[in-house]
C-alpha cells in the first residue's frame, strides 16, 4: 500500500489543522491505521490509531484535542487537530498495518508558534 499524507502547516498556538492520509487501498482491509508524529531530537511516537473495526486510540498529551476518523468510501484516514501547542510541532507520518506488513507515508511538517 502506498500513502499519502497531507495538510501539515504553520499555526499559531490554539490554532487548528487538518492531516489528510490516502491509501491506495482499501483501508477496511487494513488493521489498522494510525498517525505518528518526531519532532527534532526525539524518537517518533504514536499519536492516534484507529483499527478496522473503528475503535481509537490516542497518547494522553492529545486527548481531547486531537480527533483520528476515517472515510472508508475514500480510503483515506484524518487527524483533526484542535487547541495546538507549541509542543504539538513535529512532523507527522500516518502508517499502516495489515496482516504481518506496514506501509508509512512521508511525513507532512506542523509548526506551531506561540
Known amino acids: 500500500v502506498q500513502l499519502q499524507a497531507s495538510g501539515g502547516g504553520s499555526v499559531q498556538a490554539g490554532g487548528s489543522l487538518r492531516l489528510s492520509c490516502a491509501a491506495s487501498?482499501?483501508?477496511?482491509?487494513?488493521?489498522?491505521m494510525s498517525w505518528y508524529r518526531q519532532a527534532p531530537g526525539n524518537q517518533r511516537e504514536l499519536v492516534a490509531k484507529?483499527?478496522?473495526?473503528?475503535?481509537?486510540n490516542y497518547i494522553d498529551s492529545v486527548k481531547g484535542r486531537f480527533t483520528i476518523s476515517r472515510d472508508i468510501t475514500e480510503n483515506k484516514v484524518y487527524l483533526q487537530m484542535d487547541s495546538l501547542k507549541p509542543e504539538d510541532t513535529a512532523v507527522y507520518y500516518c502508517?499502516?498495518?495489515?496482516?504481518?506488513?506496514?506501509?508509512w507515508g512521508q511525513g507532512t511538517l506542523v509548526t506551531v508558534s506561540s
Open positions: 487501498m482499501r483501508i477496511i482491509s487494513i488493521n489498522a
Open positions: 502508517k499502516a498495518e495489515w496482516g504481518p506488513r506496514s506501509a
Open positions: 484507529i483499527t478496522a473495526r473503528g475503535f481509537t
